[in-house]
C-alpha cells in the first residue's frame, strides 16, 4: 500500500551535530511538508514543497533546512543541533491540487 | 499574520456525554476546515473536515459546524466514549495560487472521557 514513513523514529544527537530527518512518500504526491509539535504549541509549519526544487520557508525556519530533488522525498536537516529543537518532528504529504493531508508517524528527536 | 485560535486546550467529559471543541480562523480567504485526532504517540489522522460553501457536516457521532460571518467553526462529538480520549486539531487553509495552499493548525485540545 502506498504510504508515508519517516525515519529515524527516535534520534538522539548531541549539540552542534548535523542531524537529517528522512520522510519518503509512495503516492506520487506533490505537495510536502514539515512540522515540529511541541506541548502548547500544537503544529508548527517548519519548511514545505509544492514540488521537485520547489522548497519553502515556514514559521519556525530557523537552524532547518530542506531540498526536494524528487517527487518521493523531502529530507530536514538540522545544521547545527540545539537543545531548542527537541521536538517531535511530523512529515506530511497532499496531492496536487488538494488540500487534504496525511501524516507520518513522526520522529522523536532529543538533542542533548 | 493569520491564527487559528481552538478552546479548550482541556476538556474532560463523563462518558456518554457530548464535548464540543471551538476554532476561530483570522483569514477570511479561508475555505478548507479539517479536524485531526491525534492518539497518544501516534501521527494526526483526518476524522472530519468542511468546506466553506457547507454550514454543517456529519459523521455518525461527530459532526462538524461552519459560520463563515463568525469565522468560527466547532467540532462536536456525540455519545462520547473512552475510545474518544485524545488531542484534537482544527485547522483553517488557504488557496494561495491553483495547487498551493496555507494550513494553519489551533494549538490542540486534550479530551478526556472519564469512564
Known amino acids: 500500500d502506498a504510504e508515508i514513513t519517516q525515519s529515524p523514529r527516535h534520534k538522539i544527537t548531541e549539540t552542534g551535530r548535523q542531524v537529517t530527518l528522512a520522510c519518503h512518500q509512495t503516492w506520487n504526491h506533490n505537495n510536502m511538508f514539515w512540522y515540529r509539535q511541541d506541548l502548547g504549541h500544537g503544529l508548527r509549519l517548519i519548511h514545505y514543497s509544492y514540488g521537485v526544487q520547489d522548497t519553502n520557508k515556514g514559521e519556525v525556519s530557523d537552524g532547518y533546512s530542506v531540498s526536494r530533488s524528487n517527487t518521493e522525498d523531502l529530507p530536514l536537516t538540522l545544521e547545527s543541533a540545539a537543545s531548542s529543537q527537541t521536538s517531535v518532528y511530523f512529515c506530511a504529504s497532499s496531492p496536487g491540487g488538494q488540500n487534504i493531508q496525511y501524516f507520518g508517524a513522526g520522529t522523536r528527536l532529543s538533542v542533548l | 499574520g493569520e491564527n487559528v485560535e481552538q478552546h479548550p486546550s482541556t476538556l474532560s467529559v463523563q462518558e456518554g456525554d457530548s464535548a464540543v471543541i471551538k476554532c476561530t480562523y483570522s483569514d477570511s480567504a479561508s475555505n478548507y476546515f479539517p479536524w485531526y485526532k491525534q492518539e497518544l504517540g501516534k501521527r494526526p489522522q483526518l476524522i472530519i473536515d468542511?468546506?466553506?460553501?457547507?454550514g454543517e457536516k456529519k459523521d455518525q457521532r461527530i459532526a462538524v459546524t461552519l459560520n463563515k460571518t463568525a469565522k468560527h467553526f466547532s467540532l462536536h462529538i456525540t455519545e462520547t466514549q473512552p475510545e474518544d480520549s485524545a488531542v484534537y486539531f482544527c485547522a483553517a487553509t488557504t488557496w494561495v495560487t491553483s495547487g498551493t495552499y496555507k494550513y494553519i493548525f489551533g494549538t490542540g485540545t486534550r479530551l478526556k472521557v472519564l469512564a
Open positions: 468542511i468546506r466553506s460553501n457547507v
